[in-house]
């Protein structure tokens, strides 16, 4: 199916294996086995360091292990398996954390994008056939999330991959993978904030700034941010935030605060921390009568959120979505497009690039708060 030399063999290569909770990444050599029908054998060429994968590390998302991890990444196709229509060898493509069937009730639905066929609910880490393509000492290695980026080869499903542009630089377009399309689509695609419109964003990490991004694009008038650490405003207003506010610096609860700045309530309202206190003060804060608020953030643990339904009855809509409720291999391609022509400013993200075998040091800056968004390169 391909004319690389690799083509059909099994690839030896370096990859971060996770054998156990809470221990580093171990850099291994792993066997990466040929594409079977309707796979793709991937190059990787970038990957991104997102809050996801160290919650596999944390404990705080169950996969199982061992197991590879990385979901924020670009590569080029090595080689194809049977079937295969949509990529060839020699294609720049990413990943898709969040697969397109394009078959399923999700995938058909116009305004959905949680397709059936998503590993993300019960992570099991195993392709369609029920096995996985990684091995090492001589153990079967799980896939995660359909993508296991941390490898400088990675075998994916073809709902899981879609082709970009052949310009594009490969070492930010990964950036499109996860943690921009999450935040920028929460703004543009979710929320649907509108001209004019003034925009409440909860939680200044690389996602909230896309968030802003989003807003921004979106023809916002006013875009207010909102974090616990000064250190992040700069950057936020870099990226398009009007104000900034900490909520230490008041004595009312932030939502008051909020309400009273806009005239009783932000248009929309995002959540980008993954905390229920933010999440209820995101949603209080936008308009009673026709504000909309978009959850963005994992909250740790599968608590009960406690809240007041009044705060909905009253006219309020309460959104959340993953990967910024965006259908992959439709809407990557397009991203990637406006990156190239400059629409939004998805660079000032990342504050560091490491080689792959400092993928520990990149989990470490992440863990401090020292790094907005660190990119691994192969
Ligand atoms: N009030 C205000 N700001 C706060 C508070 C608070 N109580 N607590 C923390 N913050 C600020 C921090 O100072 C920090 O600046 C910011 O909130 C959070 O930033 P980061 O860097 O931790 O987070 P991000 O932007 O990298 O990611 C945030 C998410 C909420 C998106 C992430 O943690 C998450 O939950 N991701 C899962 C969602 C998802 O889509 N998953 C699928 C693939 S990733
Ligand atoms: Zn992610
Ligand atoms: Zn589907």
Redo the contacts with the bound molecule.
């Keep these: 199916m391909s004319t690389s030399s690799t083509a059909g063999k099994v690839i030896k290569c370096k990859a971060a294996v996770l054998w156990e909770l809470k221990k580093p990444f171990s850099i291994e050599e792993v066997e990466v086995a040929p594409p079977k029908a309707n796979e793709v054998r991937l190059k990787m060429v970038a990957a991104?360091v997102?809050?996801?994968?160290d919650h596999v590390v944390s404990g705080q998302m169950t996969s199982p292990f061992p197991v590879i991890v990385g979901?924020?990444a670009a590569g080029i196709v090595e080689s194809i398996g049977e079937g295969v229509t949509t990529v060839k060898p020699g294609d720049k493509v990413i990943p898709l954390?969040l697969p397109q069937c394009g078959k399923c009730a999700v995938c058909k639905h116009p305004e959905a994008n949680f397709c059936v066929k998503n590993d993300l609910s019960v992570p099991r880490g195993i392709m369609e056939d029920g096995t996985t393509r990684f091995t090492c000492r001589g153990k079967p290695v799980h896939h995660f999330l359909g993508t296991s980026s941390f490898s400088e080869y990675s075998v994916v499903d073809e709902i899981s991959v879609v082709k970009i542009d052949p310009a594009s630089p490969l070492e930010k377009a990964c950036l499109i993978?996860?943690?921009f399309s999450?935040g920028y689509g929460s703004a543009v695609n979710v929320a649907k904030v509108t001209k004019g419109s003034t925009c409440a964003v909860f939680g200044l990490g690389g996602v909230g700034l896309c968030v802003i991004m989003g807003c921004k694009a979106a023809g916002a008038a006013r875009i207010i941010a909102v974090d616990l650490n000064k250190d992040k405003f700069a950057k936020a207003k870099e990226v398009g935030a009007t104000e900034c506010i900490n909520p230490q610096d008041f004595k009312k609860p932030i939502h008051e605060v909020l309400k009273e700045m806009t005239d009783g309530g932000v248009d929309f309202s995002f959540e980008v921390i993954g905390r229920h206190d933010t999440m209820v003060a995101a949603l209080s804060c936008c308009h009673e009568a026709y504000g909309v608020s978009v959850i963005i953030g994992v909250p740790p643990g599968s608590q009960d959120l406690g809240m007041n339904p009044m705060l909905l009855l009253t006219g309020r809509t309460w959104k959340g979505a993953f990967f910024g409720g965006y259908k992959g291999k439709d809407s990557i391609p397009k991203l990637v497009a406006d990156f190239m022509a400059k629409k939004f400013p998805l660079e000032s993200v990342i504050t560091h690039v490491l080689p792959f075998e400092k993928i520990n040091e990149g989990f470490d800056l992440l863990r401090s708060g020292k790094s907005i968004r660190t990119i691994l390169t192969f």
Aim: glycine residues 24%; charged residues 25%.
């Design positions: 991104g997102c809050r996801t994968d979901h924020e954390f993978g996860c943690g999450t």
